[in-house]
Nanobody
Framework: QVQLVESGGGLVQPGGSLKLACAASGSVFRLYVMGWYRQAPGKQRELVADITSSGTTDYADSVKGRFTISRDNAKNTVYLQMNSLRPEDTAVYYC???????WGWGQGTQVTVSS
């Protein structure tokens, strides 16, 4: 079973930036389309960005132009660079496979955007 560990969250002012990282155990990481998801209080978890094994990316409209997903297959790690953060980006951020069956969820990393 692949284990996922997210990191890099924190408290940031509107307009600020953060870079999240998600490390996956095991050697199969490079085979899969990976996604970053987020869940705000009282809302369902949503996909915000995904990246294929070769680096093709896609983004939710709400983050397009502000967030950049990338991956390092040698390090089994996927990243999310978040710029121009807004209060509505406040959520717990998770990574996982883009397509089912999903792996078990990690603990996530909290991102809070507030002045």
């Amino acid at each position: 079973q692949v284990q996922l560990v997210e990191s890099g969250g924190g408290l940031v002012q509107p307009g600020g930036s953060l870079k999240l990282a998600c490390a996956a155990s095991g050697s199969v990481f490079r085979l899969y389309v990976m996604g970053w998801y987020r869940q705000a209080p009282g809302k369902q978890r949503e996909l915000v960005a995904d990246i294929t094994s070769s680096g093709t990316t896609d983004y939710a409209d709400s983050v397009k132009g502000r967030f950049t997903i990338s991956r390092d297959n040698a390090k089994n790690t996927v990243y999310l660079q978040m710029n121009s953060l807004r209060p509505e980006d406040t959520a717990v951020y998770y990574c996982n496979r883009r397509l089912r069956p999903l792996w078990g969820w990690g603990q996530g990393t909290q991102v809070t955007v507030s002045s």
